[in-house]
């Protein structure tokens, strides 16, 4: 069975941090680009960050130069380093698979996983 299992999440001051963690399995987590997504109340899901296996990511504008993707195949886990929060940042945030890794940002997802909130409060 396919799992992601994304945690980490929390409530945090703003310009404070927080590390996400999404935990793979039931797939060959090597072979796959990963992506951090997140929604917020009554808006679309948003790319946030990329990454191709090749090491090769992504960042929405918002995020750029405060959050940093990461993975470790040894442990079949991603991360998401967030810095310097901002109440703009609160929403549900959902790691997943994506085919493609453009400039304009992370498609095709294979696999998501369930979300954790973030919550930054001002």
């Known amino acids: 069975e396919v799992q992601l299992q994304a945690s980490g999440g929390g409530l945090v001051e703003s310009g404070g941090s927080l590390r996400l963690s999404c935990a793979a399995s039931?797939?060959?987590?090597?072979?796959?680009?990963i992506g951090w997504f997140r929604q917020a109340p009554g808006k679309e899901r948003e790319t946030v960050s990329c990454?191709?296996?090749?090491?090769?990511?992504y960042y929405a504008d918002s995020v750029k130069g405060r959050f940093t993707i990461s993975k470790d195949n040894a442990k079949n886990t991603m991360y998401l380093q967030m810095n310097s929060l901002k109440p703009g940042d609160t929403a549900v945030y959902y790691c997943?698979?994506?085919?493609?890794?453009?400039?304009?940002?992370?498609?095709?997802?294979?696999?998501w996983g369930k979300g954790t909130q973030v919550t930054v409060s001002s």
């Open positions: 990454r191709t296996r090749g090491g090769t990511t």
């Open positions: 997943a698979t994506p085919n493609v890794v453009a400039v304009t940002g992370c498609y095709g997802i294979d696999y």
């Open positions: 039931g797939f060959s987590f090597n072979d796959h680009a």
